[in-house]
T-cell receptor
Framework: AQSVSQHNHHVILSEAASLELGCNYSYGGTVNLFWYVQYPGQHLQLLLK??????LVKGIKGFEAEFIKSKFSFNLRKPSVQWSDTAEYFCAVNRAGGYNKLIFGAGTRLAVHP | DAGVTQSPTHLIKTRGQQVTLRCSPK?????VSWYQQALGQGPQFIFQYYEEEERQRGNFPDRFSGHQFPNYSSELNVNALLLGDSALYLCASSLASGGETQYFGPGTRLLVL
């Protein structure tokens, strides 16, 4: 069965700390990978995406993610978090080249303290 | 450039009632997908509409149905509401041709009492 697993449900960091959120997927075939963010009171926004090519993808607000095909992973990173990064982060996958229904992980709730 | 819009923002219904949620896709998009996001969980795919037809469906009962109009807007209908249908309902739009990125609306929060 297709699934996405996010390792941490809650993460608490101080400002300027480094962030890494884990994401592993189980999906046959070629995939597209996404990280979405949901800030408090706002709708889901696309943070970054990977379709093909360079496995290190840079997104908005200083976020990046690395696709490691052999590990079925797509971890999200940021070298130095800010209070404004407090949000819920969702990893998602869909099948490349096909109907694009997204399979989401359960999400990681990040709290950044000043 | 208008993003994805949804109405209403909030809705309260009682068990057994029926509800209709509406979505207008991002300008230029022709495909609409609906998701249910229960509290504390990630969104779950309900179905997708393209060319006014349901193209793909997730693991949801027939009580969940939809429609897409010629202007690409869409409705989600839920009949015989259950308490467990309380959730945030998200609409996402994309392009059928090479548009594998979905853009989400703000959602409709449904509470079933």
């Amino acid at each position: 069965a297709q699934s996405v697993s996010q390792h941490n449900h809650h993460v608490i960091l101080s400002e300027a700390a480094s962030l890494e959120l884990g994401c592993n997927y189980s999906y046959g075939g070629t995939v597209n990978l996404f990280w979405y963010v949901q800030y408090p009171g706002q709708h889901l926004q696309l943070l970054l995406k990977y379709f093909s090519g360079d496995p290190l993808v840079k997104g908005i607000k200083g976020f990046e993610a690395e696709f490691i095909k052999s590990k079925f992973s797509f971890n999200l990173r940021k070298p130095s978090v800010q209070w404004s990064d407090t949000a819920e982060y969702f990893c998602a996958v869909n099948r490349a080249g096909g109907y694009n229904k997204l399979i989401f992980g359960a999400g990681t709730r990040l709290a950044v303290h000043p | 450039d208008a993003g994805v819009t949804q109405s209403p923002t909030h809705l309260i219904k009682t068990r057994g009632q029926q509800v209709t949620l509406r979505c207008s896709p991002k300008s230029g998009h022709d495909t609409v997908s609906w998701y249910q996001q229960a509290l504390g969980q990630g969104p779950q795919f309900i179905f997708q509409y393209y060319e006014e037809e349901e193209r793909q469906r997730g693991n949801f009962p027939d009580r969940f149905s939809g429609h897409q109009f010629p202007n690409y807007s869409s409705e989600l209908n839920v009949n015989a509401l259950l308490l467990g249908d309380s959730a945030l309902y998200l609409c996402a739009s994309s392009l059928a041709s090479g548009g594998e990125t979905q853009y989400f609306g703000p959602g409709t929060r449904l509470l079933v009492l």
